[in-house]
């Protein structure tokens, strides 16, 4: 085992394998925590109810792309700049964004309380009360991203296992106490709301102790044509990870969007089993390319750590479908057994190309968010002419994810060659 651990290290450096070890166990009690809390609800809402609960989740997925986008360029330039030992453009930077999201926050919430009646009848929501949550959730959590970004790019990994573990910890116990107390849904959707605010004072208060202090910033445009390959790529992405759910729970009755809410909530344990090596890998990997040092490695071993992943728990999936619905939902979701190990699949592909993408964006390669749109759009459309059964919908998604995986791995050698 020690022979192992030593050649391991020899492969990814230190730093990549330390940290690697570090943010594993942080994202790990995190994302065990928000599974505790879907099959918590799950099991306590009943199908029809926890399957308005995760739509709603899954369209806040569609509007928290700018979240994303926010995270990735945050880190990219924070860790940049930390790379340069550049601390005063990394002051700059921040206010700047605190200063520009406030105003973009406000704007945002307001189009999406005029559009509360549209999101209630997409959604099929029984109350207004939830697109305004939206909103308010929408406001906080921009600047949640922001302070927790900013402790990602200082590569201060425990500061933010800190913010994410008291972010689930209230979310949890919160939604238990209010649909306990007869507020369903809402009372569940409202504990995530109140749960983004607790996470950003608490990462604020780490952020507080850099010592930012209040710098011009000069490069704002630097800032605007790296966001928009961001965007399209973070868009692409989110869109293939939820506009299946939202796309059934329009073409599906609401207990089979309920059913499908869980098999997905089952599925995605395989991408945030994994995402702890794209949190470390992004940041690691965009320091070494701002001060032109190798970085390719970090890339391969990330990589087949991923394919390790995805390999062995789509093969639990397969082996113990119908254990695992038991225990984590109930006999209630056994309809989805059979769709359980398929459904692995099309995460696992997904979680591959995931990496892949936030790689070639930590170097600059911009083009990768053409190849996602695409892909995305793919998805929608055929989803849109298909959707005969959630088998057929599940095909599609692998089908287009296979696709994306392939050129994505095929674009690696182009790129290695650009400057």
Known sequence: MNLLLNSIKKITGNEFFNA??????????FNAGNYFYHLLMGRMLGPESYGVLESTISFLYILSVPFMTLTLIIV???SAYKGKQDYKSISGFYFYLRKNLFIFGLIATLIILLLSPIIISLLHLP?????????????????SVLTKSML?????FFPFFVANAIEVLSKIILAVILVILGFKAIGAYFALVASVMGSYLVASYFVKKEKL???????????FKYSIPVFLTTLGLTSLF????IL????????ESGYYAALSVLGKVIFFASSPITIVMFPLVSEKHAVGKKFQHLMFTSFVFTAIIVLVLIAIYYLFPESMVRILFGNQYLRIVPLIGIFGVFIGIYSLCALLANFYLSIHKKIVSFFVMIAAILQIFLIILFHRDLFQIINISI???????????AYYPFSAKQK
Not at 152 to 156: H, I, N, P, R, Y
Not at 242 to 245: G, V
Not at 404 to 409: F, R
Request: aromatic share 18%; no cysteine.
């Open 127 to 143: 109350s207004i009360l939830f697109p305004i949550f939206i909103g308010i959730n929408f406001f906080i959590g921009l600047f």
């Open 242 to 245: 939820t506009t299946d759910i």
């Open 399 to 409: 089908i287009i994810t296979s696709i994306l995986l392939i050129v994505l791995i």
């Open 152 to 156: 990602q790019g200082f590569l201060k």
């Open 213 to 223: 202090s209040f710098e011009k910033f000069t490069e704002s445009r630097n800032i």
């Open 248 to 255: 059934v729970r329009f073409f599906f009755p609401n207990v």
């Open 20 to 29: 690697s070890i570090l943010v594993f166990l942080a994202t790990g009690v």
């Open 76 to 78: 990219k330039f924070v």
